[in-house]
């Protein structure tokens, strides 16, 4: 069965960095491009951006451009976003999900979220 | 940006209702509309995607239409279970935007 599965929490300082984890299995790694959305405490949900799994090419949002990176490990089929210059408003859950390209940008499955909590 | 605007925001109804949330693009998106349902502290879940096609185990009291600029996502009879926060979101072109959300509560 398809499965995304994420890393745990996070607590960080501002100006740090993280780094999430998105383990898939269950489909075959390449075929389905990997986003990231993020959900602040009460609100809605944002794109951040994606990664194509099979080249390791990625489109990010722009409010992000200079602080997110997104890579993949083909071996272990997981995709990890890293968020720089960390501030207390990047405190939210983070979500990657799964979009089959070329299919009207439907996120099919999703990971169980990971909370990032920024505070000195 | 394609700016996706759901209303109402939020809707009170009871068990049984038949129910109807609206979403409009800034422009036109063809049927690249997607609607999701999301439980307090879970991820959303996809229940409609290129904006009628019902997900594989999604009830059919949900069912979604529309095209180009106006969607709607309509619960036939509401169920206890139902009650959520709903989103669209434009899988047209990057960045993908969604909603701002409605939230369906019990009257």
């Known amino acids: 069965q398809v499965q995304l599965v994420q890393s745990g929490a996070e607590v960080k300082k501002p100006g740090a960095s993280v780094k999430v984890s998105c383990k898939t299995s269950g489909y075959t790694f390449t075929s389905y491009y990997i986003h990231w959305v993020r959900q602040a405490p009460g609100q809605g949900l944002e794109w951040m951006g994606m990664i194509n799994p099979s080249g390791g090419s990625t489109s990010y949002a722009q409010e992000f451009q200079g602080r997110v990176t997104m890579t993949r490990d083909t071996s272990t089929s997981t995709v990890y976003m890293e968020l720089s210059s960390l501030i207390s408003e990047d405190t939210a859950v983070y979500y990657c999900?799964?979009?089959?390209?070329?299919?009207?940008?439907?996120?099919?499955?999703w990971g169980q979220g990971t909370m990032l909590t920024v505070s000195s | 940006d394609i700016q996706m605007t759901q209303s109402p925001s939020s809707l009170s109804a009871s068990v049984g209702d038949r129910v109807t949330i609206t979403c409009r693009a800034s422009?036109?998106?063809?049927?690249?509309l997607n609607w999701y349902q999301q439980k307090p502290g879970k991820a959303p879940k996809l229940l409609i995607d290129a904006a009628s096609s019902l997900q594989s185990g999604v009830p059919s009291r949900f069912s979604g239409d529309g095209s180009g600029t106006d969607f709607t996502l309509t619960i036939s009879s509401l169920r206890p279970e139902d009650f959520a926060t709903y989103y669209c979101q434009q899988g047209y072109n990057f960045p993908y935007t969604f909603g701002q959300g409605t939230k369906l509560e019990i009257k």
């Open positions: 999900g799964r979009v089959l390209p070329g299919w009207y940008g439907a996120f099919d499955f």
């Open positions: 422009q036109s998106i063809s049927s690249y």
